[in-house]
Nanobody, 123 residues
């Protein structure tokens, strides 16, 4: 198991930017594929992006691909989600998650989760 802690959420105006961080501890971070998900109130958890262990392969949900960027720093045991041009509909709790090798989009395929960080976009 790897323990994950997200940070960087907050209140931002529409059109603004945020960078979320997810710090890992415990098992070797570089052994894990990392993903970012979000869950808006009353909705299911939604895949946003995933990054391979080396960072060389990335998968994005099409609707965020032009605005969100996932990256990782294995030396710092951290994965990031840079979010630009934020919209009201981006308001949600954002989670990072880890899984064994193999990029996947299903939340059920990730077995390590952080506690989430709230992102609220205001008009």
């Amino acid at each position: 198991q790897v323990q994950l802690v997200e940070s960087g959420g907050g209140l931002v105006q529409a059109g603004g930017s945020l960078r979320l961080s997810c710090a890992a501890s415990g098992r070797t971070f570089s052994n894990y594929v990392m993903g970012w998900f979000r869950q808006a109130a009353g909705k299911e958890r939604e895949f946003l992006a995933a990054i391979s262990r080396s960072g060389g392969t990335i998968d994005y949900l099409d609707s965020v691909k032009s605005r969100f960027t996932i990256s990782r720093d294995n030396a710092k045991n951290t994965v990031y989600l840079q979010m630009e041009s934020l919209k009201l509909e981006d308001t949600a709790v954002y989670y990072c998650a880890g899984r064994p090798p193999g990029l996947r989009r299903g939340a059920a395929e990730y077995d390590n989760w952080g506690q989430g960080t709230q992102v609220t976009v205001s008009s």
